[in-house]
Structure formats: C-alpha cells, structure tokens
C-alpha cells in the first residue's frame, strides 16, 4: 500500500525566505506526483505535475523535483509571502493504467510572516 | 467560470438521516473522482468515474454510500443513515487524461458535512 509523508508538518519563515517542503512516498511505481495548496476551509488548487519521466517542473517561484528511485520529492518556493500561507499537499498516482487516484499526504502547513 | 462546482457547500444533519452532494465537474472531462478529507489528514480516494462508468471504489466506500454519474456529466455522492464518523469534507475534482502521465485533477471548493 503507498503511503505518503510530508515532512515538517508545519512551517513558520519570515517573509522573503526560500524554502523547502518535502514528500517521500514508500512505493516507486508511480504514474506522477502533484503539488497542490489548500486554503483553510477551501478545495485543493493544482500548482505543479511532474510526470514519472520527468525530474522537475517550475512555474514561477516554484520548482518541484522528483527523485522516483529514492521515492522522494521537493517543492521550493523562492522569496516567499505572507500570501503563500497555505497547506501544501503531495499526492502520488500509481501505475496501473487505470484511473489516476491520488494517494496524499497529510500536508505541511506553511505560515508566511511579515 | 468553468471550474468544478460542488452544491451545497455545507450541510448539517442528524444521525440517521440521508445527505445527498452534487459535484459538476469542467465540460469535457470524463473523469470524476471522490475524494474524503477529514481534518488534518490529507483527502482520501472514495471512488471515480470514466464517463458515466464507475470504475473503482475504495473499502472507505461502505455500502451506506453510492455514487451516480447519469449520463457522464454531473455526479452525485449519497449517504445513507448517516453516522458522526461521516462528518468531514467531500471534495470531488475531475480530469481529462492526456494519455501521456500528464493527468492534472482539478478540486471543487469541496462540501463540508457535520452530522450531529
């Protein structure tokens, strides 16, 4: 069975700061792994996708690697605001061919001050 | 705005009644998922949808829960004689595979459910 951890569980960085969440997941066949940032009380929104063929993604402040072999993967976010306060979330898809049902871990909240 | 609409987005019961959650997911997707979040755990798969065809369904899934999805459009998620360990948020999100392992899933702003 996968699972899925993210590690710290919480996080509180000046703003301005670069930092670093983590995910590693205990079965390496994977489909891909997403990021995705939840808002308190809110659904989850898509940040980034990296396919099992890839090794990294970026979209603006963000770049999400991906180490398949050592089950591992890294969000970092540069010169982060108060407005990134959030909890992300890591969620893996196995490779059956079939449907694409995201395994998740229980997420790293992240605190932003000014 | 063409996202994922879910309805209501909260629901308060009794234990013992039946809740029933509407999820439209973005034109032109044919996948639909259930996801289960309660709080601070990350969502857990309940079930999903190839078109109107149910494909997969989790052991979380118990027989007091069914999921529609007539004609390949809208779904809902039932809940029969509903119990306080149903309480958490139902979240639903769809897709459109590419075929390639690129399968982004998009989230509705979810259903939050309190049975008393």
């Known amino acids: 069975k996968q699972e899925v951890t993210q590690i710290p569980a919480a996080l509180s960085v000046p703003e301005g700061e670069n930092l670093v969440l983590n995910c590693s997941f205990t079965d390496s066949a994977i489909y891909n792994l997403q990021w995705f940032r939840q808002d308190p009380g809110k659904g989850l929104t898509s940040l980034l996708l990296?396919?099992?063929?890839?090794r990294e993604q970026t979209s603006g402040r963000l770049n999400a690697s991906l180490d398949k072999s050592s089950g591992r993967s890294t969000l970092y976010i540069a010169a982060s605001q108060p407005g990134d306060s959030a909890t992300y979330l890591c969620a893996v898809s196995p490779f059956t061919g079939g449907g694409n049902k995201l395994t998740f871990g229980t997420g790293t909240q992240l605190k932003v001050e000014l | 705005d063409t996202g994922v609409s879910q309805d209501p987005r909260h629901k308060i019961t009794k234990r013992g009644q039946n809740v029933t959650f509407r999820c439209d997911p973005i034109s032109e997707h044919n996948r639909l998922y259930w996801y289960r979040q309660t709080l601070g755990q990350g969502p857990e798969f309940l079930t999903y949808f190839q078109n109107e065809a149910q494909l997969e369904k989790s052991r979380l899934l118990s027989d007091r829960f069914s999921a529609e999805r007539p004609k390949g459009s809208f779904s809902t998620l039932e809940i029969q004689r509903t119990e306080q360990g149903d309480s958490a948020m139902y979240l639903c999100?769809?897709?459109?595979?590419?075929?390639?392992?690129?399968?982004?899933?998009?989230f509705g702003p979810g259903t939050r459910l309190l049975v008393l």
């Open positions: 990296i396919q099992s063929s890839q």
């Open positions: 999100a769809s897709s459109h595979p590419l075929g390639t392992g690129s399968e982004t899933q998009y």
